[in-house]
Structure formats: structure tokens, C-alpha cells
Nanobody, 115 residues
Framework: QVQLVESGGGLVQPGGSLRLSCAAS????????MGWYRQAPGKQRELVAT???????NYADSVKGRFTISKDNAKNTVALQMNSLRPEDTAVYYC?????????WGQGTQVTVSS
């Protein structure tokens, strides 16, 4: 079982930055995959960025070069640094973990990019 607690969402202006954090209840080194997903109004939930236990990363094309996923093994956290934010980045962002082949989700946090 993995509990995920997210923080860092909010309102930012276009071109601004925001950092999301996801704290896991167990060592993230034991979790196969952790990542961030988002769901905008009227759209399906989509992958934003993931990182595996072997440090393989994957990014959606729409965020490559702007977003960075990182792990802090000592703190059992996974962060998503979001730079050069655009209005189309507006969505609810969810932290996700795969542990023993089972998915776990955070509660979601709203990110709004607007002037």
C-alpha cells in the first residue's frame, strides 16, 4: 500500500513556474514507477512525466523542455518542476505510483495558468 500526498498547486501567470511535490508513504526506491498525470476539463487524463525505479524518465511531448520530474529518495518525494507555463497546462495534476503492479493515486491538485 502506498499513500500519496501532493502539494504545490496554485495559480500562476503564463510564463511562470510552479513546483509540485508528491510525498509517498514508503520508500520510493521500492516503487516501480512514479509520475505525474493531468486532466483538463473535457479531456482524458494524460501522462505528463514519469520516472522509474531505475531512473528512466518519460515526458509528454507537450511538456518536454519545460517540465522536469525528479526524485528525492531521502525524503521519499517526487517533484515536478514546471517552467514556462502556458494556459493549456491548466489541469488537475495527479501523482501516481505503481507498487507491486498496483496503481495508487494522489488526491490531485489544481494548476491554473492565467493572466
Amino acid at each position: 500500500q502506498v499513500q500519496l500526498v501532493e502539494s504545490g498547486g496554485g495559480l500562476v501567470q503564463p510564463g511562470g513556474s510552479l513546483r509540485l511535490s508528491c510525498a509517498a508513504s514508503r520508500s520510493i526506491s521500492s516503487i516501480y514507477l512514479m509520475g505525474w498525470y493531468r486532466q483538463a476539463p473535457g479531456k482524458q487524463r494524460e501522462l505528463v512525466a514519469t520516472v522509474t525505479s531505475t531512473d528512466t524518465t518519460n515526458y509528454a511531448d507537450s511538456v518536454k523542455g519545460r517540465f522536469t520530474i525528479s526524485k528525492d529518495n531521502a525524503k521519499n518525494t517526487v517533484a515536478l518542476q514546471m517552467n514556462s507555463l502556458r494556459p493549456e497546462d491548466t489541469a488537475v495534476y495527479y501523482c501516481k505510483a505503481y507498487y507491486l503492479s498496483a496503481p495508487y493515486w494522489g488526491q490531485g491538485t489544481q494548476v491554473t495558468v492565467s493572466s
